[in-house]
């Protein structure tokens, strides 16, 4: 098997930005009917989220207008195509690779529906090549940012002297329930926003950047439950089970250790922690679990208050953070993020 190496990171993000501040005014006035003591409740959710601001793909007005799903969806579609081309382009770029040297193309975004999927596109946009390997990832919500990165390194360490991208892109703004005074729903609009990414990776002998050691798949057993969508006449609608953050905590040593451990490594060997930020609950939850081990997840905390949760983004936005450090030569990385299923995704990655 030859080495697969994780070369950059660009990001994109939508036009338009609001603060917290400035959001909590359009929740008061869409729960204006509610009573006072369920206003205030939700203000401290907003409040308390760890999310100072968030980009959405259209005006805050327009999220609080009640459209209808088709009319989000087509919103959610031209985004996508924009701002899943700028992040590819840029990508490419900073390289200066050559669209057509690309090899294989995942896309990644559970926030809408197309059909073609986001990759169709892009070879049409950016003139990839005719022949290139397409994989659409559809429905893996929070945790396909890393899941593409595991299918980009299987194909790639049996595929030497080859090119990857993987491009995500999700819009939780398409998927706002106007009529859902539920927590779940409350909650993801608390924390949710809009934005894209692109990883570039290579299996060249010369290829730079971080080597990826290994990827992996755990699935907790009985929980599909916990998080997702139902499709309704109205778009999605989420699904986030309060007890997420307890069901990552009880299988979190099956999680971590024996992943490190087939890989000849301790967990005092992992540097750094590249952790999705689902939400300020399982942040704290994850953080109070890595704190017993000596370690920290900072940076996660700093993207979620700089962009909020953008589901399959997010962790793409926390390696960024890492790639644009100095690293010493043998430095660990552990890329972690839990999703629909319920599962977790692991990467390991060497400096």
């Not at 338009?16 to 005014?25: D, F, H, L, Q, V």
């Amino acid at each position: 098997m030859t080495n697969t190496h994780i070369v950059g990171v660009s990001k994109a993000l939508p036009p338009y930005t609001r603060s917290t501040n400035e959001i909590i005014p359009y929740i008061q006035t869409w729960l204006e009917n509610e009573d006072d003591r369920f206003r205030r409740k939700i203000t401290k959710i907003f409040e308390g989220a760890g999310v100072d601001k968030r980009y959405g793909i259209m005006p805050i007005e327009e999220v609080f207008t009640t459209t209808s799903f088709e009319e989000k969806n087509k919103v959610y579609e031209k985004s996508a195509k924009e701002l899943g081309a700028k992040a590819l382009q840029k990508a490419l770029d900073d390289q200066q690779w050559n669209p057509e040297s690309l090899d294989f193309i995942i896309t990644v975004s559970c926030t809408g529906i197309m059909i073609p999927s986001l990759d169709a596109y892009l070879i049409n946009s950016l003139g990839l090549r005719t022949n290139i390997v397409r994989l659409p990832v559809t429905e893996m919500g929070c945790a396909a940012g890393v899941s593409g990165l595991i299918y980009a390194y299987n194909f790639l360490r049996a595929n030497p002297g080859k090119r990857a991208a993987i491009v995500a892109f999700e819009s939780a703004t398409a998927t706002f329930q106007h009529n859902d005074f539920s927590m779940a729903n409350m909650v993801s609009a608390a924390i949710f926003g809009d934005g894209a990414a692109c990883v570039l990776l290579s299996s060249e002998k010369e290829a730079a950047g971080p080597k990826i050691i290994d990827g992996e798949m755990y699935h907790y057993p009985e929980s599909t439950h916990l998080m997702g969508f139902d499709m309704t006449n109205t778009g999605l609608q989420m699904i986030l089970d309060p007890k997420v953050p307890e069901r990552i905590a009880t299988d979190f040593e099956k999680v971590i250790y024996p992943f490190i451990e087939q890989n000849n490594r301790r967990i005092e060997d992992v540097d750094h922690l590249i952790f999705h930020p689902g939400g300020k609950k399982i942040v704290q939850a994850v953080e109070t679990l890595f704190g017993e081990m000596g370690k920290n997840i900072n940076e996660t905390k700093e993207v979620l208050r700089e962009y909020g949760n953008m589901s399959s983004v997010t962790v793409l936005y926390v390696l960024q953070k890492f790639l644009h450090r100095n690293m010493a030569k043998g430095e660990l990385g552990l890329i972690l993020s839990f999703g629909p299923g319920f599962s977790a995704q692991r990467v390991l990655i060497e400096w």
